[in-house]
């Protein structure tokens, strides 16, 4: 039995991740401030004595004797990073700072949650890991993702200056339960919005593409890639491969809900990625992993999920 950080923790990804970890046996601390976090995600786990919610900022130093923790702390939805760009490049920042910090002073193992909007609007299609990006330091989304890129900077300087022992993981587009209804990522809208019978709204023409990946999946590599051997870092994609355009992705939303919804196509946001697609032969190698649920079994159990919101 390990004793585990989660920062992040409560939310959507975050309380997938304490879930799993409290069913192998460990000890949890859910760090979260909640700001687009919720207890109601974590509600289950507040019963069971090997789970411990703390309300807490990453960009303030947190201290508990812990074996590992995951650095999760970050808000990821272009509705809520934008809202407050610059907490938003804080909580990157000043969280890796702060939780390298602690695992510096604990001996921790330490896991970097990265992205793949490091990678930006890419040339190279699908992404390796060995891609550096090409992303706009100016523009709308550079607090996320500049701050997402300075955070993998900081967990590389920390582990060849103070051999902290780290692992980087870049996290392609993830849908699941849990995910907050008006949190702007695209297949939660298109979920929510067939269950009203409401207009879908494509931003572009919709011929750009996604690959989606099941929470589940997601959490399974995460595990793995902490798991993996003492100096193997990453960093490591972890992404469904299996790419759609957003109108593919509309069309089979609306079939699988018998919805009445139309589609409206509105102008595409500024510096919006045209494709995203990951190249996982890294993870199949050194993890052993790739996603088991594709796209049509996932959207069930979402629709499921936020059945509630049906009209």
């Keep these: 039995m390990k004793k585990i950080l989660v920062s992040g923790g409560a939310g959507f990804i975050g ?3 304490c879930t799993r970890l409290i069913k192998d046996g460990h ?8 700001f ?6 974590i509600a289950h786990l507040k019963g069971n004595p ?6 807490h900022d990453v960009e303030l130093p947190y201290e508990a004797e812990v074996d590992e923790i995951y650095n999760l702390a970050c808000p990821a939805s272009p509705v809520h990073y934008q809202h407050d760009a610059i907490k938003t490049i804080k909580t990157s920042v000043l969280g890796a700072i702060n939780m390298l910090g602690l695992a510096k002073k604990t001996g921790a193992k330490i896991m970097q949650a990265s992205t793949s909007e490091i990678y930006g609007d890419p040339v190279i299609h699908p992404q390796v890991e060995s891609y550096w990006g090409n992303v706009n330091p100016i523009g709308i989304r550079s607090c996320y993702d500049e701050g997402k890129r300075c955070a993998e900077t900081l967990f590389m300087d920390y582990y060849r200056q103070n051999g902290i022992r780290i692992k980087i993981i870049r996290i392609f587009n993830t849908y699941g339960p849990r995910m907050l209804p008006d949190d702007g990522r695209v297949v ?9 019978d409401k207009d879908i709204t494509i931003y572009g023409s919709g011929a750009q593409t996604r ?3 099941y929470v589940d999946d997601l959490i399974e590599g995460m595990v793995r890639m902490m798991n993996t051997e003492e100096g193997f870092i990453g960093p490591v994609n972890l992404g469904n491969p299996n790419e759609f355009s957003i109108l593919e992705l509309a069309e ?21 990625p045209r494709q995203r697609k990951p190249d996982i032969t890294l993870a199949k190698h050194k993890l052993d992993w790739q996603p088991a649920i594709e796209l049509e079994e996932g959207l069930l159990h979402m629709i499921e999920y936020f059945g509630k919101y049906r009209s």
Excluded: M, W, Y
């Design 15 to 17: 309380s997938h991740l």
């Design 27 to 34: 000890e949890v601390i859910c760090l979260d401030n909640l």
């Design 36 to 41: 687009t976090g919720s207890e109601e995600n």
């Design 50 to 55: 090997r789970f411990e919610f703390v309300l």
């Design 188 to 196: 939660s809208n298109f979920v929510v919005q067939a269950l009203q």
């Design 211 to 213: 690959s989606f990946q």
């Design 252 to 272: 089979k939303v609306i079939r699988l809900t018998g919805s009445k919804s139309k589609l409206i196509f509105k102008p595409l946001p500024h510096d919006d």
